[in-house]
């Protein structure tokens, strides 16, 4: 059984920073790719930035420069740091792990960017 429960949403204002976290249970292993998701009201979800085993990274084009994934494989845990953070970011922001073909997604984490 595998779940992934994330932490740190919140409100913050325009320009300013957020981290998130995502830790996992069950059985997952440094070789799990795991990433970050976002959806906006009204919105499909998307790819917000992703980590692979050797930690290569991959980022929205919209959040590059801007965000960055991390993970600690002995605590199971991937964090999303998010800096300058923009209106648009406004969303839930879910935690996803691919275990080998196999999708798993936690309950998600609200994030709202507003003065």
């Known amino acids: 059984q595998v779940q992934l429960v994330e932490s740190g949403g919140g409100l913050v204002q325009p320009g300013g920073s957020l981290s998130l976290s995502c830790a996992a249970s069950?059985?997952?292993?440094?070789?799990?790719?795991m990433g970050w998701y976002r959806q906006a009201a009204g919105k499909s979800r998307e790819l917000v930035a992703t980590?692979?085993?050797?930690?290569?990274?991959n980022y929205a084009d919209s959040v590059k420069g801007r965000f960055t994934i991390s993970r600690d494989n002995a605590k199971r845990t991937v964090y999303l740091q998010m800096n300058s953070l923009k209106p648009d970011d406004t969303a839930v922001y879910y935690c996803h792990v691919d275990r080998w073909g196999s999708d798993y997604w936690g309950q998600g984490t609200q994030v709202t960017v507003s003065s």
């Open positions: 980590i692979g085993s050797n930690d290569n990274t």
């Open positions: 069950g059985s997952i292993y440094s070789i799990n790719p």
